[in-house]
């Protein structure tokens, strides 16, 4: 649990909890877990500017993350610059290498 608690940020808008994302570490690489962000605040660039700064603070060679193939947040991670390299029935294994 403390290891949780480390590698989550929660994210605040005029004092308001209205996200959250959490990752791990394995070696160089960095999976991002959970990103969520509340519905009334989603299509506001939040998001976006959340990966965005997360990849580039981070400090790894690598990132991953797994999405549901139906997710419209799929062509959020493509713009990022995200490769799928592994897909299932119903979601898609993405890396980003800096």
Known sequence: MEN????????YSRGKRIGMINWSVDGDTC?????????????????????AETIE???FSKVRLQA??????I?????????????TENHYRMLLEK
């Open 31 to 51: 999976e991002l877990e959970n990103i969520c962000i509340l519905p009334e605040y989603r299509n506001q660039g939040i998001g976006s500017r959340l990966l």
């Open 57 to 59: 603070s981070s400090g």
């Open 68 to 73: 549901f193939k139906k997710n419209p947040v």
């Open 4 to 11: 949780a608690k480390e590698n989550m940020n929660i994210i």
């Open 75 to 87: 062509h959020l991670y493509h713009r990022l610059g995200f490769s799928i390299v592994e897909e």
